[in-house]
């Protein structure tokens, strides 16, 4: 089975902190996504990666970065956390190509 | 920009009916297309993947896709309370001519479903 985990369940910083949220899949997948979910609003793509090193913006990547220096690792950063990034926030990853993502259990994240 | 549009909901169903979600896309040549189940408070799970036009069945669920109508649907017979949850439809589109989708999946805003005993 796909296994892709996130660091944390539940995670609760202050404002202007940095904040690293880490993602980590055993699948060997090309593919890396962060997605954040809230109410109303669906799944928003932050960012993805095809590759090592690769990147590219989603839809809503204001405000955050990631880095992929390993391919079975992708990491979310939070450059100065603010209220509204208090969401949910979700790390998927899949093969190159027309195969479906595989998600990990997400991580709360609240912004005090 | 591409489109995912899901039954509003929410659906509501007895225990042991059928339940019935549609999916319709706007991008004509997307590919592939994908179910995923999630219930409140967790991740999205995927339960289906259909790549071509027909029907594909797995247990109780069955996927249908209709290319030329632009529409995708998942059934559930004889439903059960823990179907209770809201399904996400996913679309990935088909990027021809040097261009790639590089896996990303366009998804649909949801129907939630209560199967009441």
């Known amino acids: 089975d796909v296994k892709v985990t996130q660091s944390s369940r539940y995670l609760v910083k202050r404002t202007g902190e940095k904040v690293f949220l880490e993602c980590v899949q055993d699948m060997d997948h090309e593919n890396m996504f962060w997605y954040r979910q809230d109410p109303g609003l669906g799944l928003r793509l932050i960012y993805f990666?095809?590759?090592?090193?690769?990147?590219e913006k989603g839809d809503i990547p204001e405000g955050y970065s990631v880095s992929r220096e390993k391919k079975e690792r992708f990491s979310l950063i939070l450059e100065s956390a603010s209220t509204n990034q208090t969401s949910m926030y979700l790390c998927?990853?899949?093969?190159?190509?027309?195969?479906?993502?595989?998600f990990g259990d997400g991580t709360r994240l609240s912004i005090l | 920009q591409k489109e995912v549009e899901q039954n509003s909901g929410p659906l509501s169903v007895p225990e042991g009916a059928i339940a019935s979600l549609n999916c319709t896309y706007s991008?004509?040549?997307?590919?592939?297309f994908f179910w995923y189940r999630q219930y409140s408070g967790k991740s999205p799970e995927l339960i289906m993947s259909?790549?071509?036009?027909g029907d594909k069945e797995d247990g109780r669920f069955t996927a249908q896709l209709n290319k030329a109508s632009q529409y995708v649907s998942l059934l559930i017979r004889d439903s059960q309370p823990s179907d209770s949850a809201t399904y996400l439809c996913a679309v990935n589109p088909d990027l021809n001519a040097g261009g790639t989708s590089y896996g990303k999946l366009t998804f649909g805003q949801g129907t939630i479903l209560t199967v009441h005993p």
């Open positions: 991008d004509r040549v997307s590919q592939s």
């Open positions: 259909i790549y071509s036009n």
């Open positions: 998927a990853s899949s093969f190159l190509g027309d195969q479906p993502q595989h």
């Open positions: 990666s095809y590759d090592v090193k690769m990147k």
